[in-house]
């Protein structure tokens, strides 16, 4: 929630365990030692909560250019029968008239995605708002679920919760003036609960610390208006400024007293969701949220009140404390938890979650472990700031709350900024005018010497001056980390979530069971839940890998993964495709004399791996390798003069760019723009560490991706997709795999674009090389915006490389929540027949599935069941292929888990398919072998990946995108054009030209 600068600085709250020891002797040198010389018990007050949003919108059929086809038919237009008549290099284009006339059809609704009135969500009020727009229905399952594959006896994260659906609950609109934090809120609640029982009929609401109450019983009046008196301190005493007041008022803080006025907005039952979770409604009714919506806060009710939310997750030191990552960051373990509609009813989904907090400590010893030039400050109190270094400080404390330490008070702030004085010749105005120094202010009032007069002060607001000195304040506790986690927070953030399957469950099994969990609280009772303490019990199926097909100058040309990781090797092997590299160069960066002795010796070996898997790597460079400092990387155009002279050197002919970096550096990004827009050549990137003891795991997997960049592939299924889906696929039909993925800049990053791009297959029945497309959109825009013409282009791709249009398009949308389905599905859809309408009579079945790897839902081998194929080993994870399509999956859409790879470390986390619209009829047999298959032929890797390979590879190349725009000149003037006007949306850089030489490799893998 954004507030205003001045709400932040008078915000008051009154943490928990706060104790005052009274007044310390200003000149007591503790103080210096950076602890917190009052002793104060910094509880954490500050409290979020992420509601459920609201149910989303009815969806209008807007008029298409490619009218769906009835589904459960078993048809297909004459378009789609035919072959085009044309055989050109690109595929002719529909005339305007055809396109005006195409978008001006209207849709005829298939059978299971009728248009009907819908209900349009509740206002803020809470009513009803009646809409007469048409919304569309997505994808119902086929079938009662898949049938291939053995058995797998199971257990999922998921905790039944049966509800009695006539209990009414009362929803109630909470105002509490004046407007107060989340937590005094909380404060107010838990008193209205204690003082004021008998108005609240005796009830225990649940709240969710805004302005939605609760109830299982109705208040006494409609509408009420109470009064609730707090000891908040009323001072706005804030630092020195032009409005100090006594700061040694807040020993004594007045009664603040609160008016709350309650209204009663709606009453509802549980019988419209129990009839859609029984699935006796319509089919098209939506999922009646406000119901849902209450049970949800009534779960959360207890949790919030013992631990610190964040998002949909709680944090609690009582789940094992903290642990230092580094940086001024401490680990925390909590829990998250989400109420789901599945085939077995109501389910609570209860996961295990860490993540990182800012230290709660003095500002002075938080920056020397945050910022690196800052870590012998303690020992320099007179070292001042240089501009570069003031930014960076300025940038690892701002929105930081904070509270100060010289006097008593329970007042926090947030940091607005940094001062650009130093404290030493900071001055101000006090409430008679009269000007003061602020060194001497603190001297005067509180005997306090300041000793870091070169630091600036922390400035709370940016309405008027309010200054803060660094040493005397702290960090508030509970604030989750700001910044960006380096690498080895990371690491070790990582480390405490990986948890092997048996252990992970003890954990979660702990929470529904302990003390600061959904069911520790009265609310289940209240609410007459019953929520079940044991994980649901379901079975899962293993399916099948599939064959593979290998190159045939090798002695091994087909294989069947048959290790249990499905893992298999290339020992005596050829790839798929290996490719011919005559010219190509290598160049360094960095490194010990000693290191680069080590070239040579790698080139030969390389290129001796490469041949033993069938790619030929010319032994000789077209120039011997070139040896530059690791400054060069810091120069753009230095390093830009230093790359296109290589590539004179082989006469604008180099197929390959090998880096050797000393170590990971920012100027990587230029480097993979520069080669990629501006010359137009593949590179592959790796660093000196690796070059010591050369394996011959790590240069086969440096071959495979130097193979799959420069137009090879590793592998193929040996028996081809129309041959495993004949109902569907033919060899003479062209399918296309289409993949998409939308990348956002970092949290505190409020200026950069977000990255759109898009994937396709260019080969069939092989499916396995695809080619990109990318865009920068506005910043956090999660609709792909120029869809259609990223979609366009890939299509002539195609038609250039197979001879004519693909007869059916698989699009698998990677990064979108389930609030998002809907606008994806009518936006995004849309978008894709917009782009298959310029080619005439040009209709393809369109099947568009959403990929979900960051959800919450884990598998665990069941334990109690011996005889399960999965239980060979206890604390192994589930087997690759495990598939799941009932029980814990959507109760009518067609949805499904698979987990395609094995889990090395950690649970593994099966990926969740979602299928919003599907005119090609897959059953779930079909649709979950196809993807599995898909898996398996990743190119960087001989294992099965977890991400359907179009999908993972539109993440790369979105990934690259905002390589393109990193340290690069669009930043630099999107960065200034966004200090210059914050209201104003930034412009949106446009992503640099690829080069054509690159386009239609697979140069981002």
Not at 912 to 928: A, C, G, I, K, M
Request: overall charge positive; aromatic content about 8%.
């Amino acid at each position: 929630m954004e507030e205003t600068d001045k709400s932040n600085a008078n915000k008051k709250c009154t943490p928990k365990g706060r104790s005052f020891s009274g007044r310390t002797n200003p000149n007591d040198h503790q103080l210096f030692q950076y602890s917190n010389p009052f002793r104060f018990s910094n509880q954490n007050q500050y409290r979020s909560y992420s509601a459920l949003l609201p149910p989303p919108p009815p969806i209008p059929l807007q008029p298409t250019a490619t009218p769906p086809l009835p589904q459960n038919q078993n048809f297909r237009s004459k378009a789609h029968l035919q072959k085009p008549s044309w055989k050109h290099d690109n595929p002719p284009r529909a005339t305007s008239s055809d396109t005006q006339v195409s978008l001006l059809t209207v849709s005829t609704a298939p059978e299971d995605t009728e248009r009907r009135a819908s209900f349009s969500p509740r206002g803020e009020n809470g009513r009803k708002v009646m809409a007469a727009t048409q919304a569309m229905v997505t994808a119902r399952r086929p079938d009662s679920g898949g049938i291939e594959g053995p058995v797998i006896s199971l257990l999922a994260n998921h905790f039944l919760v049966q509800f009695d659906s006539s209990q009414r609950i009362f929803h109630y609109d909470v105002e509490i003036s004046p407007n107060p934090s989340k937590e005094v809120a909380r404060m107010i609640k838990r008193k209205l609960v204690e003082e004021k029982s008998v108005e609240l009929s005796g009830a225990l609401p649940a709240f969710d610390g805004r302005k939605n109450l609760y109830s299982p019983v109705e208040f006494q009046n409609d509408r009420l208006e109470l009064f609730i008196g707090l000891p908040i301190p009323t001072s706005k005493s804030l630092s020195p400024s032009g409005e100090i007041k006594d700061a040694f008022q807040e020993k004594h803080p007045q009664i603040k007293l609160f008016r709350i006025n309650i209204k009663l907005v709606s009453k509802f039952d549980g019988k419209e969701l129990n009839s859609y979770l029984s699935k006796e409604g319509d089919d098209w009714i939506p999922l009646p949220q406000d119901y849902l919506h209450a049970l949800d806060i009534v779960l959360r009710e207890s949790p919030t009140e013992k631990c610190v939310p964040v998002g949909r997750s709680l944090y609690s030191s009582s789940m094992g404390g903290t642990k230092e990552i580094g940086g001024g960051a401490v680990g925390l373990r909590g829990f998250f938890q989400s109420l789901r509609p599945t085939q077995q009813g109501l389910a609570l989904n209860v996961d295990f979650s860490v993540t990182a907090f800012h230290e709660s400590i003095g500002i002075i010893p938080y920056l020397q472990k945050r910022v690196e030039f800052l870590r012998d400050l303690s020992q320099r109190k007179t070292r001042g700031l240089t501009g570069e270094e003031r930014k960076e400080v300025e940038k690892a404390l701002k929105n930081i709350r904070v509270f100060v330490c010289h006097r008593e008070t329970v007042q926090r702030y947030r940091v607005h900024s940094l001062t650009e004085e130093t404290t030493e010749n900071l001055w101000f105005k006090d409430r008679d005018g009269k000007i003061l120094r602020l060194v001497n202010y603190f001297k005067d009032h509180y005997s306090y010497d300041i000793q870091f007069r070169n630091l600036p002060c922390l400035q709370i607001t940016s309405s008027k001056p309010c200054y803060l000195p660094m040493e005397l304040c702290m960090i508030c506790e509970g604030q989750k980390f700001l910044g960006k986690l380096s690498d080895d927070q990371t690491a070790r953030i990582l480390k405490m979530g990986c948890q092997r399957p048996r252990e992970r469950k003890a954990i979660i099994d702990g929470v529904m069971r302990g003390a600061v969990g959904p069911t520790s609280g009265s609310q289940e009772r209240e609410f007459k839940l019953d929520v079940s303490r044991e994980m649901t019990r379901l079975n899962g199926r293993v399916l099948e890998p599939p064959k593979l097909k290998l190159g045939d100058g090798g002695h091994v040309r087909d294989l069947i993964p048959s290790r249990h990781d499905r893992q298999w090797n290339l020992l005596d092997s050829h790839v798929f495709e290996g490719t011919h590299i005559e010219r190509w160069a290598l160049i360094s960066f960095g490194g010990t004399p000693d290191q680069k002795s080590n070239i040579p010796r790698f080139i030969i070996q390389l290129s001796q791996r490469c041949e033993q898997l069938g790619i030929l790597l010319n032994k000789n460079t077209i120039m011997s390798p070139q040896f530059e400092p690791i400054q060069v990387l810091n120069n753009v155009s230095l390093l830009e003069s230093k790359l296109k002279k290589i590539h004179r050197t082989a006469l604008n002919n180099l197929q390959l760019l090998m880096c050797i970096m000393e170590r990971k550096h920012k100027g990587y990004a230029d480097l993979k723009r520069i080669a990629e827009t501006s010359i137009g050549v593949v590179s592959q990137c790796c660093l000196y560490q690796n070059l010591g003891k050369l394996s011959s795991q790590f240069l086969a997997n440096l071959a495979l991706k130097i193979n799959a960049k420069v137009g090879g592939c590793t592998v193929a299924l040996y028996n081809s997709l129309p041959s495993q889906i004949p109902r569907l696929l033919r060899p003479d039909e062209p399918v296309i795999f289409m993949g998409a993925d939308v990348t956002h800049p970092h949290p505190l990053d409020d200026f950069s674009p977000s990255i759109a791009a898009v994937v396709g297959s260019m080969n069939w029945p092989s499916a396995n090389k695809y080619v990109s497309r990318m865009r920068s959109q506005t910043h956090r825009q999660e609709i792909i915006q120029d869809l259609g013409a990223m979609v366009g282009e890939i299509l002539d791709d195609f038609y250039q490389q197979v001879s004519q249009l693909p007869k059916r398009i698989i699009f698998f949308r990677d990064g979108v929540s389930e609030t998002q389905f809907y606008k994806v599905l009518q936006e995004e859809l849309q978008a894709i027949r917009v782009a298959c309408s310029r080619f005439p009579s040009y209709r393809p079945p369109i099947t568009f599935a959403v990929v979900q790897k960051r959800h919450h839902t884990r598998l665990f081998p069941n334990e109690s069941n011996p005889s399960s194929i999965g239980n060979q080993f206890s604390d192994d994870n589930i087997p690759p292929g495990t598939v799941v399509d009932a029980v814990i999956t959507h109760p009518r859409e067609f949805d499904f888990y698979l987990c395609s790879h094995w889990g090395v470390k950690g649970t593994s986390r099966p990926t969740h398919y979602h299928v919003l619209w599907d005119d090609n009829h897959f059953t779930s047999d079909e649709l979950q072998k196809l993807v599995y298959n898909l898996c398996y032929t990743f190119v960087r890797c001989t294992k099965p990946v977890s991400l359907v390979p179009p999908a993972y590879y539109a993440h790369l190349a979105a990934y690259r995108g905002r390589l393109y725009l990193e340290r690069s000149e669009f930043t630099a003037l999107a960065r200034s054009t966004s200090a210059l006007s914050r209201a104003a949306p930034p412009k949106t850089a446009p992503l640099p030209k690829l080069s054509e030489n690159v386009k239609k490799l697979m140069f981002y893998c």
